[in-house]
């Protein structure tokens, strides 16, 4: 079985949280939440995360201000996979991938998502077993 990795997990929707929490941890993955931006941004940089799953609407910083700090980071944290996560855009794989781009993210995964959908966006954008 693949070691364990931690996730972040920053969303301020409680019910995302909770679908992704049971996803990871099922994996035998730690998952911690925040969900606010600077709760989250800590918990990133205290737990130095195999990836980060972000939402862009978030209470106080939002997920835009959230990467573009944990892309400026100098304490190695400017390379962790970063799936954006939002109900903002449902077009083409195309034009997620252009936009998660644009963001700075690793990838884009549309709410609401399926479970295929979530497990081909994390093979492709991390190195989580899944």
């Given at each position: 079985?693949?070691?364990?990795?931690?996730?972040?997990?920053?969303?301020?929707?409680?019910?995302?949280?909770?679908?992704?929490?049971?996803?990871?941890?099922a994996?035998?993955?730690?998952?911690l939440?925040?969900?606010?931006?600077?709760?989250?941004?800590?918990?990133v940089?205290?737990?130095?995360?195999?990836?980060v799953?972000?939402?862009?609407?978030?209470?106080g910083?939002?997920?835009?201000?959230?990467?573009r700090?944990?892309?400026s980071?100098?304490?190695?944290?400017?390379?962790?996979?970063?799936?954006?996560?939002?109900?903002?855009?449902?077009?083409?794989?195309?034009?997620?991938n252009?936009w998660?781009?644009?963001c700075?993210?690793?990838?884009l995964?549309?709410?609401?998502?399926?479970?295929?959908?979530l497990?081909?966006?994390?093979?492709?954008?991390?190195?989580i077993?899944v």
């Open positions: 079985m693949p070691s364990p990795m931690t996730v972040c997990l920053i969303d301020r929707d409680r019910e995302v949280c909770d679908l992704l929490r049971v996803f990871f941890e994996r035998n993955h730690r998952c939440i925040a969900q606010d931006g600077e709760s989250g941004l800590e918990l940089h205290q737990s130095h995360p195999a990836a799953f972000l939402d862009i609407r978030l209470p910083m939002n997920g835009y201000e959230v990467i700090r944990i892309r980071s100098d304490d190695g944290l400017a390379r962790t996979p970063v799936i954006i996560l939002t109900s903002l855009i449902h077009q083409t794989d195309q034009s997620k252009q998660a781009r644009a700075e993210a690793d990838a995964l549309p709410k609401p998502f399926d479970l295929n959908e497990i081909r966006t994390v093979k492709n954008a991390t190195e077993p």
